[in-house]
């Protein structure tokens, strides 16, 4: 017999500034002006994203939640309701030499307007105490490139290490790995 899981639904998570929760249709307009700004894009991709792609992005983050039981999270601040940004965790498939596996890859970016104030390591830190508690899984992964300094002493404060190198679209990235605690 053939049995069938139904989706799971993104938790919401708080911290004392922000409150993470699952995206829908009434967050396309933040999450493509995010997508579309060059100062956000510049070590993700490189390039801004259009509103056909930010809307294909959208649906693979709902998509993650309704196939793998994790996905990302919207982020606002608490007391405003503003968006500052997403975090979260996918499974891209990524084509590079040294593979994930099926560790779970956790990513943040934030809008312009939430830059240095220390958003990404508070939604990523419990963001992190999620999957520890949620998933069954040894280890999560991220990839940045060697450049971007505020994500990587993100990464470092939430606990990943480098331990590889790996081309992606002809850049050097730096795959980093944490271990569950």
Same mark, same amino acid.
């Given at each position: ?5 139904l ?5 919401e998570?708080?911290?004392?500034? %922000? ?20 100062? $956000? ?10 509103? /056909?792609?930010?809307w294909?992005? %959208?649906?693979?983050?709902? !998509?993650?939640?309704?196939? %793998?039981?994790?996905?990302?999270? &919207?982020?606002? @601040? +608490?007391?405003?309701?503003? =968006? *500052? !940004?997403e975090?979260?965790?996918?499974? =891209?498939?990524?084509?590079? /030499? ?6 779970? /890859?956790? !990513?943040? *970016?934030?809008?312009? $307007?939430?830059? !240095?104030?220390g =958003?990404?390591? @508070? ?9 520890? /508690?949620?998933? &069954?899984? @040894? ?31 002809? +850049? ?6 944490? %271990?569950?605690?």
């Open positions: 017999m053939h049995t069938v899981d989706p799971r639904l993104p938790p998570l708080s911290t004392s500034r %922000l409150i993470l929760r699952g995206h829908s249709i009434d967050d396309f307009e933040d999450c493509a002006a995010m997508w579309g700004d060059r100062q $956000v894009t510049r070590f993700i991709g490189g390039e801004p994203s259009n509103r /056909e792609q930010s294909s992005r %959208l649906l693979r983050y709902i !998509g993650h939640w309704a196939m %793998l039981g994790f996905g990302y999270w &919207v982020i606002r @601040e +608490k007391a405003t309701g503003r =968006f *500052v !940004g975090a979260g965790f996918a499974d =891209f498939k990524r084509d590079i /030499e040294a593979s994930f596996g099926l560790a779970p /890859e956790i !990513g943040w *970016v934030l809008a312009p $307007v939430a830059f !240095g104030q =958003f990404a390591t @508070e939604a990523a830190t419990v963001a992190l105490r999620w999957v520890d /508690e949620s998933l &069954v899984s @040894e280890r999560t992964v991220c990839m940045i490139e060697p450049a971007n300094a505020a994500s990587l002493r993100v990464a470092a404060k939430c606990g990943y290490r480098e331990y590889a190198r790996a081309e992606r679209q002809g +850049k050097e990235m730096i795959l980093l790995e944490r %271990l569950q605690s």
